[in-house]
Structures are given as structure tokens and as C-alpha cells.
């Protein structure tokens, strides 16, 4: 006999399943949890944003927050796709993923709305968008060096060349 099994010579004495690891749902798995990470980091930081436009009270502040926070999340929103469609990440999650990131913003700039009334003074405003930039800024930074960074660092291959 050769050392290949054949499937008339197989032993039938298991017991029905199997004890191999899946690496694709493995995969799958550890890609959806990455996502979920980075989502939340990005949407924190996309609430708090979401805020400083709300709290906002001159029209050209709004304009201006508003511009620099919608170029650089399309920009994010696009890297994100990019990224998933390649990953291990099932669609419907990602899908799923992008709408929550989407729907954040809104929500931010509401609040920040109904939290800004005309008679709270200046100088607490001034305080609370300090603090809310704060937050949002260290929600980036985590992103940017602990998900970006490190993925890129742990390549064999340089991303700049």
C-alpha cells in the first residue's frame, strides 16, 4: 500500500467533524475585529468634530470646520473601502462599518447644537472646544499610529517605494 489514503481504505471509526483550524474565517474574524477598532477610534474622533461645527456660532467658523472636516473624510472614507475590499472583511460588515461612519458626523454636529445655547458664555465655549478637540485629536492620533503605522511597519516591503 502507498503511504496516500484512499477514501475505500479510510478508517470510518471518527466521530463526524473535523479539528482543522479555519484560517479564512480566522481571517475574517480577526479583520472584523480590526475594523470594529478603527471605526470606533474614527468615529469618536468624528463625534467630538462633529461637535466643534455644531458648537460653532459664526458663519464663516461653520464653513470653514465644515470644509476641513468633510475633505479629510471623504479621503478616510475612501482609504477605508479601499482597505476592506481587499481584506478578509465580509462585505455586509463592511458596509456596515462605512454607514456607521457616515451617520457619526451628523449625530456630533446635532449635539453640538442642541448643547450650545446663545446665553452660555464665551469663555466656557472656548474651554469645552478645547477639550472636545482634544479628545477627537488623540482619537486620530490612535488611529493614525497604532492601526496605520504598525501595519505598515510590520511589511517586509517599504510603503514608500
Not at 4 to 21: A, F, N, R, T, Y
Not at 77 to 87: D, I
Not at 132 to 143: D, E, K, M, P, R
Amino acid at each position: 500500500k502507498s503511504g496516500v489514503l484512499d477514501s475505500e481504505h479510510d478508517d470510518k471509526k471518527g466521530h463526524g467533524h473535523s479539528h482543522d483550524i479555519d484560517l479564512a474565517s480566522s481571517d475574517s474574524i480577526q479583520a472584523t475585529a480590526r475594523g470594529f477598532l478603527v471605526i470606533l477610534a474614527l468615529c469618536i474622533h468624528d463625534f467630538f468634530e462633529g461637535i466643534a461645527v455644531g458648537v460653532a456660532r459664526q458663519e464663516s467658523a461653520v464653513w470653514f470646520l465644515l470644509l476641513a472636516f468633510a475633505s479629510h473624510k471623504w479621503v478616510i472614507a475612501v482609504c477605508l473601502g479601499l482597505k476592506w475590499s481587499r481584506s478578509a472583511l465580509k462585505p455586509l460588515v463592511a458596509i456596515l462599518y462605512m454607514t456607521t461612519f457616515c451617520l457619526v458626523s451628523p449625530v456630533g454636529i446635532l449635539t453640538g447644537m442642541l448643547l450650545s445655547s446663545p446665553e452660555q458664555e464665551e469663555d466656557m465655549m472656548n474651554t469645552v472646544l478645547i477639550v472636545l478637540q482634544g479628545i477627537a485629536t488623540g482619537s486620530l492620533l490612535y488611529v493614525v499610529f497604532f492601526e496605520i503605522l504598525e501595519k505598515e511597519r510590520q511589511k517586509q516591503v517599504s510603503g514608500i517605494v
